[in-house]
């Protein structure tokens, strides 16, 4: 168990391990308590012109029942948290925010709230967990729910008699669902649902699993690739960013970054050799100059390989060659392009 | 509960040592406490054959899914052998950690001493 953003949580559960818990979720199905992750209650009239003005990518991208990944900037462009934003209408929005930014989250919105708009933390009275893996959509259907969903979208649904706001979302790059019951029916559900993998072969799976997969898909982990001084276009998070937008916090900041274009940006990079990267090595060039850092490092179980994300100055390019500093050692790395493996979320 | 053979000894760093054939040579490896500790094994980073080595003094690194740990050598002496087979198969060493999954085979000058029996270890772990 590890302390996580003030949450217990586990790294890997008892019996499987990090690397089957991550080989479940890419071949078959695997099941996360995620229950640590914030939930915030947007609502009243006005709602999405708020928390547009606010947060960086556009709320009218989506329809009512579908989601969002946005991040929330200050206004010198670093980044408070990444977050999903589930629109139920232009009024009442559901946001689901890192554990550990929570609340700044909350603290900046209600900084900023006009009157007439309610914003409310509702950290423990929601519980999230990942179903995720090519099997999932069949999990989902042996609870008697149509599991067809549009990737981002989400409903209401009923299981083990609890309501369930079931949602086509992930972190792992799989096909897969994100549930979110109330924190007191949460034991019945995931329960439910350990039982529907049953006959799939699913594992349950600790943090370790959660970051292998988010790795090899490239996808940030603020603190690492974000951070308040880890800016969006700096790693290259510019997709959630609605440029067209008149402005959003930190907009002026990121438009001008946008446009010098020579910050140290975020590129993948493959081990050539044993060497496993981790956050914090200093990554070189050929004539051993520095010219990045490593945010993320992990062995990747599914290339079987060291793999990481970098922020590298903006001249290097896929398929130059670099070397990592590990730990003394000199490891050699080819620049990679995302993801590492296929993505399936689709 | 951990696998502590007790006809091995040990060093408090979570090393097995195992008499060999030749008195003047011993076999290392990682405890099962220490494999179960470290989770998957996914890479090994072993003494070279010829390379001296001193008691109680980092040796190589054992990395896992989850974290970097040293190896400490739990005697001094010269690196006679290495487990070839880890190099592609690191993850015998949680399979097997006495077994096949030991790391290197040590030239000792005399017996050694000072290292933990099973029951010593045992305290330890507990």
Sequence with gaps: ?346 | MSNIPSDLQYTKEHEWVAPTSDALRIRMGITDYAQGALGDIVYVQMPKVGESVVADKVCGEVESTKSVSEIFAPVSGTVVTINEALTNAPELINSDPYGAGWLVEIEVPSEPSGLLSAAEYGAITA
């Design chain 1, 1 to 346: 168990m590890a302390d996580f953003g003030g949450w217990l949580m586990p790294i890997e559960y008892p019996g499987a391990g990090v690397l089957a818990e991550h080989t479940a979720v890419r071949e078959r199905v695997g099941l996360f308590d995620v229950s640590h992750l914030g939930k915030v209650s947007v609502t009243g009239d006005g709602a999405l012109e708020f928390l547009n003005a606010i947060f960086t990518n556009d709320l009218n991208r989506i329809v009512d029942s579908k989601a969002q990944y946005t991040l929330l900037c200050n206004p010198d462009g670093g980044v408070v948290d990444d977050l999903i934003a589930y629109r139920n209408s232009d009024s009442d929005f559901f946001l689901i925010p890192n554990a550990a930014n929570t609340t700044d989250v909350v603290r900046v919105l209600i900084e900023n709230v006009p009157s007439g708009i309610s914003v409310t933390n509702l950290h423990e009275s929601f519980a999230v967990l990942a179903l995720q893996g090519p099997q999932a959509v069949e999990v989902i259907r042996s609870l008697g729910i149509n599991p067809t969903m549009d990737y981002m979208a989400f409903a209401h649904v009923s299981i083990a008699g609890c309501d369930v706001i079931l949602c086509r979302t992930g972190y792992t790059g799989e096909h897969g669902y994100e549930l979110v019951p109330t924190w007191s029916d949460a034991p019945v559900v995931w329960d439910a649902l350990v039982e529907a993998m049953k006959p799939f072969d699913g594992l349950i799976c600790g943090l370790g699993a959660r970051d292998t997969l988010r790795t090899e898909m490239g996808y940030p982990l603020h603190g690492h690739e974000l951070s308040l001084e880890i800016s969006p276009v700096q790693a290259s998070a510019g997709w959630a960013i609605g440029w067209k937008k008149e402005s959003f916090r930190g907009s002026d900041v990121l438009q001008s970054q946008r446009e010098a274009g020579t910050v140290r940006t975020l590129k993948a990079l493959k081990s050539n050799d044993r060497g496993i990267p981790r956050a914090g090595m200093a990554v070189k060039a050929a004539d051993g100059h520095e010219i990045g850092v490593v945010t993320s490092g992990t062995f990747s179980p599914s290339l079987k390989v060291g793999i990481a994300l970098a922020l590298l100055d903006p001249e290097y390019a896929v398929g130059d060659l670099v070397t990592i500093d590990v730990r003394g050692r000199e490891s050699t790395a080819t620049i990679s392009a995302l993801p590492f493996v296929p993505s399936h979320v689709r």
